[in-house]
């Protein structure tokens, strides 16, 4: 882990998966996640819906099975946002381990990747809000043996 000791207290404290259980079956279901968003809840930005706007609120979902964006558009909006969106707090990135592996977040079997925790480092370094927490969802199988892989970065 490239994280700094201190850092790693914000995974538990940040991350709202947990909060929100629809998250998880829309995931495993191959439904869009914004499924789960009623009125008057947490407020998220949520790319795709959001990816061209100025969002900035607490969370970040990219929904990458639904995003459909090269990396080389992908990547200059995702450092964007985590240099100047103050109010950022975490990132959920979930999808497929395909797309994931596609984008170069995990390996095609969803286990992390040392490339992405440095580049995440590196973003986290260069912002003056203090550091984010980056949570990724990647689904593997098919059928009743489908489960989701989770990392974190800070």
């Known amino acids: ?66 995003l459909y964006h090269h990396p080389s558009e992908f990547f200059p909006r995702f450092e964007e946002i985590i240099r100047h969106c103050k109010n950022l707090k975490i990132v959920t990135i979930c999808g497929s381990a395909a797309q994931l592996s596609y984008f170069g977040i995990t390996s095609s079997r969803g286990k992390n990747s040392a490339k992405f925790a440095s580049y995440i480092v590196g973003i986290n370094s260069m912002r003056n809000a203090g550091p984010i927490v980056v949570e990724t969802k990647a689904v593997l199988g098919r059928g009743p043996t489908k489960d989701i892989v989770h990392h974190n970065y800070v």
């Open 1 to 66: 882990m490239f994280s700094k000791q201190e850092n790693l207290m914000l995974i538990e404290e940040e991350s709202g998966w947990n909060q929100i259980p629809c998250l998880e079956s829309a995931l495993l279901e191959e439904r869009p996640l914004d499924d789960c968003f009623g009125e008057g809840g947490l407020p998220v930005c949520y790319w795709p819906r959001d990816f061209g706007n100025h969002c900035c609120n607490h969370w970040l979902i990219i929904d990458l099975d639904f």
